[in-house]
């Protein structure tokens, strides 16, 4: 099943840049999206999200963007921190389903 | 701030033991989901539970796996005959209200099967 991608398997970032993490999808009939962090032994924890009738949404150091047109979204934190780094989870689901989840990106911010 | 538990943090179990996995979502919350993470795979969905019913569930929830919401606070994910293949982080996840799919996901049962 890879209705969701994320192609990147790791990132390293310095501390106070932007770090960027991609994901693509493939069902069109996705309509949430969602980006979630997670700790080792720990579940994920909730982000941000974007409805598919927006194009940005923005809630502090975090923005997703989504480009419907190219099924492709992205998570931008800036300025990054190093308490950032951990496994970064984009997650998609249909009319408010089930989560369909990426493989992850790994985050690692320099300091 | 409110958050979901998750009972217990690991457990280890005989291969054809059951084991029940509890959870008490998030007091408000109207949806329960129960999603597994087999080492160094994706987190993938198991089930959907909404107003005392099974919504959704996946193919890997056979007639092994059942859930339950006994009373008002808790949600319980059983496996009736454990098999090695079940070893995996099993959440718990729950949402308020229907437009918004934000799931929020309790710590996590460790699960290992010998």
């Known amino acids: 099943d890879q209705q969701v991608k994320q192609n990147s398997p790791s990132l390293s970032v310095q501390e106070g840049r932007i770090s960027i993490l991609n994901c693509d999808y493939t069902?069109?009939?996705?309509?949430?999206f969602l980006w979630y962090k997670k700790y080792p032994a720990e579940g994920p924890t909730f982000l941000i999200s974007?409805?598919?009738?927006?194009d940005k949404n923005e809630d502090g150091r975090f923005t997703v963007f989504l480009n419907k047109s190219a099924k492709h979204l992205s998570l931008h934190i800036v300025p990054s921190q190093p308490g950032d780094s951990a496994v970064y989870f984009c997650?998609?689901?249909?009319?408010?389903?089930?989560?369909?989840f990426g493989a992850g990106t790994i985050l690692r911010v320099k300091s | 701030e409110p958050e979901v538990t998750q009972t217990p943090s690991h457990q280890v179990t005989q291969m054809g033991q059951e084991v029940i996995l509890r959870c008490v979502p998030i007091s408000n919350h109207l949806y329960f989901y129960w999603y597994r993470q087999i080492l160094g795979q994706k987190v993938e969905f198991l089930v959907s539970f909404y107003n005392n019913e099974i919504s959704e569930k996946s193919e890997i929830f056979d007639d092994q796996f059942s859930v339950e919401r006994p009373d008002g606070s808790n949600f319980t994910l059983k496996i009736r005959s454990t098999k090695l293949e079940d070893s995996a982080m099993y959440f718990c996840?729950?949402?308020?209200?229907?437009?918004?799919?934000?799931?929020?996901f309790g710590p996590g049962t460790r699960l290992t099967v010998l």
């Open positions: 996840a729950s949402r308020r209200e229907t437009g918004k799919n934000e799931q929020f």
């Open positions: 974007i409805s598919s009738i927006k």
């Open positions: 069902n069109s009939m996705f309509d949430y």
């Open positions: 997650a998609a689901s249909e009319y408010g389903n089930k989560l369909v």
